[in-house]
């Protein structure tokens, strides 16, 4: 493979990873600079290297945030993403483009904010809201219109005005930093984990199934975009005005700008204003106000060719550090942790932030007493990203990096080639007791209600609960010793204690902290073996010959089965009644009708979920994959299949086949 098609299959690999992580999971791992690069990169080498062109690549679309639990709704007209950038001089340039594209014509600018929410179409027919749809694909998305009714700031119903009969509003749905740091309040109490941003708890809440809950949350909406046939204007800045005179929330910071220093001067304002805002923002946006102009420009598949977006630089600062701390995890492993004195950034107060590892702090060369510069990128996690030395006092020291674990002083072990220190005192040490202790519980495992970390340490601490297996000793009575632990609580979490009884055997085996055994794992080596006796006395050949499953793994799992205390622990958890063998049911339907076969899902489908499809390739043996290539075996297709997505699965001859054809292919 040639090295640049080597670099742009990787970037378009990361970008879709990354894009599943924020429109799907809303979960993102990389800051908006970094995912901004990494796309600005894969455009670069594609324009370099027109021979590896794909129509599938993520430079051709907008990422997704389709989920499979509402209905999915064709946009009248595709809701393309803005082609954006951090610096000023692009904003300039982008200026000077639109001016010689539209033969030196003087030009007008609308400079308005760009809100850090969840996108949304809304339209209205007859002055009356009949729907409103996630951005989705851009082509494409859910209908999420029963949530966004329980949204007090959106208008269902026009009064009367010189609205069109049917027209399209395109906005943003937005929660405040005063709902947002409510709910995290709330979270924390119930000890649940804490939202990154209000972006993402913004677009949590409105694919959340329960209209009741969307509206206890207190969404808002900004809007800032007319669409329809026949608009009775013909620049953008009326039909905001109009947007207002109709109801609609509309920014009054939106501004008319003429010239370049104007655009300067707004940008320049806004970088420091905009942290006193109401909600969350990541930049302004810039469009060209006339409509015949924005006609002339055009578009490019992806985004619109007259307007750009201006990214604000990762919000920065400078604070003191005050200590290191090294923490011991759930798998031994210790993180050391920068303790600062509190910084405000991107609307909260950042007191800590993750150094990693001992390589990631050596190279930082991070002193005692030191002032460090820490960043939110795209306002998610804090981290240190680098030292001001013109402030290090002459005597300092380096920060050392522990050599026993800082709990149970047992001395630290690592592996050859790993980054990671590890505390080997497994059954000794207690973050890692009550860590497994708080894993087990989680709602991806056993889900039992009630008990979150503070509560594990509370039932460690009184002793009745030393290991996962205690908890099935657990009664109302001695819950009551409990601090914090009431009388509702301490049902909860019996109710919770006996419904993990039926939590099927994939999870349980997730359940039990094995290092190196993810989700995916624990489902792949339970259908494999069937059931935990196998599982425990399986050998390494055994247990690499399952799919995707290493010497690392296996190791890992013959080690962990090694250990008499954890076959007692599972010897008690069998006795307490848990699922300790795939069900006759998840047998049956287990098989190896698609083994070494790799399929893309792709379409929407009558008879189950493409979730539901997903499974049933496992448990036949299939493998999932993404994208199409020449190693694919079929793609399964359904209604709406993607045309390009069809155009490269007949032009490398894979087969397609229908929802009757796969479940008749699985019997």
């Not at 908006?32 to 062109?53: N, P, Q, V, W, Y």
């Not at 304002?269 to 109401?278: A, F, G, I, M, P």
């Not at 010897?571 to 076969?597: C, F, H, N, T, W």
């Not at 049933?616 to 299949?641: F, P, W």
Request: charged fraction near 30%; proline fraction near 4%; hydrophobic fraction near 40%.
């Amino acid at each position: 493979m040639d090295i640049f098609e080597a670099e742009i299959d990787w970037l378009r690999r990361e970008i879709n990873k990354h894009n599943h992580n924020y429109y799907v999971l809303n979960s993102p791992t990389i800051s908006d600079r970094e995912f901004d690069d990494m796309l600005k990169r894969l455009e670069t080498l594609e324009a370099e290297h027109r021979e590896f062109f794909d129509p599938l690549s993520p430079t051709q679309r907008v990422g997704s945030d389709i989920s499979s639990g509402f209905r999915q709704v064709a946009h009248h007209t595709p809701m393309q993403s803005l082609g954006n950038t951090y610096s000023i001089e692009e904003v300039e340039e982008f200026v000077r483009r639109c001016r010689a594209s539209l033969a030196g014509n003087d030009i007008t600018i609308v400079g308005e904010m760009k809100y850090d929410g969840t996108s949304i179409s809304l339209t209205y027919e007859a002055g009356r809201l009949v729907r409103a749809v996630t951005r989705g694909d851009g082509t494409k998305g859910d209908d999420v219109t029963t949530n966004v009714k329980t949204i007090r700031s959106i208008p269902l119903q026009l009064e009367p005005g010189d609205w069109p009969d049917t027209f399209e509003v395109r906005g943003e749905i937005l929660m405040p930093w005063k709902s947002f740091d409510a709910l995290n309040r709330e979270r924390a109490y119930n000890e649940e984990p804490l939202l990154a941003n209000p972006r993402n708890a913004a677009a949590g809440t409105l694919k959340t199934l329960n209209p009741a809950e969307v509206a206890r949350r207190n969404l808002d909406a900004y809007f800032y975009f007319l669409v329809g046939d026949d608009l009775p204007f013909d620049n953008h800045w009326d039909s905001l005005q109009a947007m207002k005179r109709w109801g609609f929330k509309v920014s009054d910071h939106a501004k008319i700008l003429h010239t370049i220093d104007e655009v300067k001067a707004f940008i320049d304002y806004w970088d420091t204003e905009r942290k006193h805002l109401e909600v969350a923002t990541d930049g302004l946006v810039f469009k060209i106000n006339n409509y015949a102009d924005q006609r002339t420009l055009g578009s490019t598949a992806k985004s619109p060719r007259w307007a750009i977006a201006y990214k604000f630089q990762a919000e920065r600062a400078l604070t003191k550090l005050r200590f290191v701390s090294f923490e011991t995890g759930r798998m031994g492993v210790i993180t050391p942790v920068a303790n600062l004195e509190p910084v405000l950034l991107s609307g909260t107060i950042v007191k800590r932030a993750s150094l990693h590892n001992a390589d990631i702090l050596r190279q930082l060369d991070i002193h005692l007493d030191d002032y460090l510069y820490v960043e939110k990128g795209g306002e998610i996690i804090p981290k240190i990203v680098g030292v001001d030395l013109s402030q290090r006092r002459p005597d300092s020291r380096p920060v050392e990096f522990v050599t026993h674990c800082p709990v149970c002083g047992t001395q630290l072990v690592r592996a050859e080639g790993e980054a990671a220190w590890v505390c080997p005192n497994r059954n000794g040490c207690r973050p890692q007791i009550t860590g497994r202790i708080e894993h087990f519980v989680s709602r991806k495992m056993m889900d039992i209600d009630g008990i979150g970390e503070e509560t594990a340490e509370q039932l460690f601490a009184v002793g009745l609960v030393k290991n996962i297996a205690d908890i099935y000793d657990l009664t109302e009575d001695r819950l009551e010793i409990v601090g914090r632990v009431g009388e509702l609580t301490s049902r909860r979490i019996m109710r919770g204690i006996e419904a993990s009884k039926q939590v099927p055997f994939e999870r349980v085996v997730f359940a039990l902290s094995i290092p190196n055994v993810g989700e995916t794992v624990a489902k792949k080596i339970a259908y494999a073996m069937v059931d935990i006796d196998r599982l425990m006395n399986a050998d390494v050949e055994t247990l690499t010959s399952i799919d995707e499953i290493g010497n690392v793994i296996a190791e890992s799992v013959i080690d962990y089965f090694s250990d008499p205390d954890n076959r007692q622990i599972v010897e008690r958890l069998r006795a307490a009644g848990l699922q300790m063998a795939i069900s006759p049911e998840a047998r049956a339907a287990v098989s190896d009708r698609l083994k070494g076969k790799s399929i893309v899902i792709s379409g929407v489908f009558q008879h189950h979920s493409r979730d539901e499809y997903k499974k049933l390739i496992e448990q036949n043996g299939g493998k999932n994959v993404s994208s199409i290539s020449r190693k694919t075996d079929y793609v399964l297709a359904g209604d709406n299949m993607g045309p390009a997505k069809l155009q490269k699965a007949n032009d490398l001859g894979i087969k397609i086949i229908n929802e009757d054809e796969f479940l008749k292919l699985i019997e």
